[in-house]
């Protein structure tokens, strides 16, 4: 049972509990059928019920809403990174690498020193030659889709980071990085964005909530130079005239770990609950896009001491 539906379940334990003395009694042993499982495009499907379980969640077969699927927490596919970068402020060459690291072994909390020396220590691979970088255009400059799958197949989370390097002697460049997004792609055309700029600020957040990216963290190596991090932009501007620009500069933007796999369980919709009954009319449901789906009910008896589900499929095609 996928985490999501347990929680759901609990709640609705707890609160059936709080109104009946007595076991539940609803029906583990419903059916379902359906009106007509062949229907035209537009046309509304029409589920009807024997039996009353106490309460009823619906997975219509649809991408993101398969029964089968709701326990996934990993698929494979293709995953592909994305961004946009600008060049500013002088010309000079090759200040800024795109790098991967599979045994990076992290951001250290609160202690710099040991976090610049496991930047320092980790095996970094600079797949810059994969993007389309900015060559000093005032306009954002797309990546390109820079397939990730070799690092995919690896098994290992991973971490990602850019390295801006600056020249002494001439001015140093301003770069800015806007839409950063990495996104498993599955070959059913299903995506699921697995890191982007909305995040925490530390990349030692756990993995996998998903409401955020995992965190961004920037950390100067040589000069005073720092990435300014932000929820929508990553951005570092070096020496700014040929008098300043003294010393060589390295800074790094990481994030990380990511899981280059990871894909959200899909879900369904609660359609009964203790209190409602089923027999009073049949479920409606109109399907967006023409195909063949496995309708799956999973329903039975909940109570604060225990629970019991089944699943009852039907098959609908859309023509």
Do not use: H
């Not at 020193?113 to 060559?135: C, H, M």
């Amino acid at each position: 049972m996928s985490r999501t539906l347990y929680i759901t379940l609990f709640m609705l334990a707890t609160v059936f509990a709080s109104c009946q003395k007595d076991l539940s009694t609803g029906d583990t042993d419903f059916t379902v059928s359906i009106d007509k499982s062949t229907l035209a495009l537009g046309d509304t499907a029409r589920f009807r019920f024997n039996g009353n379980p106490d309460i009823v969640t619906f997975y219509s077969g649809e991408a993101g809403k398969r029964f089968e699927y709701s326990g996934r927490a990993t698929a494979d596919g293709t995953p592909v990174l994305t961004f946009n970068s600008v060049r500013a402020n002088g010309t000079q060459p090759n200040s800024l690498q795109l790098m991967v690291s599979t045994d990076f072994k992290g951001v250290a909390k609160g202690d710099t020193v040991t976090t610049k020396a496991n930047i320092a220590a980790a095996t970094w691979t600079d797949i810059t030659s994969r993007a389309t970088l900015s060559s000093g255009s005032t306009s954002a400059t797309p990546s390109g889709a820079i397939n990730l799958s070799d690092f995919a197949s690896a098994g290992k989370p991973v971490f990602f980071a850019f390295k801006y390097n600056a020249a002494a002697g001439t001015i140093q460049n301003r770069w800015t990085i806007t839409s950063f997004s990495i996104k498993n792609e599955l070959a059913d055309g299903t995506t699921y964005e697995i890191a982007n700029l909305n995040s925490s600020t530390t990349p030692y957040q756990v993995y996998g909530v998903d409401t955020f990216s995992p965190g961004w963290a920037g950390y100067t190596l040589q000069n005073t130079y720092l990435w300014n991090i932000t929820s929508t932009q990553l951005m570092i501007t070096g020496a700014t005239t040929t008098a300043t620009a003294k010393e060589t500069a390295e800074a790094w933007a990481i994030i990380g770990s990511i899981n280059l796999r990871k894909v959200v369980p899909d879900v369904g919709v609660l359609i009964k609950n203790p209190t409602q009954s089923l027999s009073a009319s049949a479920f409606t449901y109109k399907y967006a896009a023409k195909g063949s789906f496995n309708a799956v009910f999973v329903g039975g008896s909940i109570d604060i001491n225990r629970e019991k589900f089944v699943q009852k499929s039907v098959k609908v095609n859309v023509n």
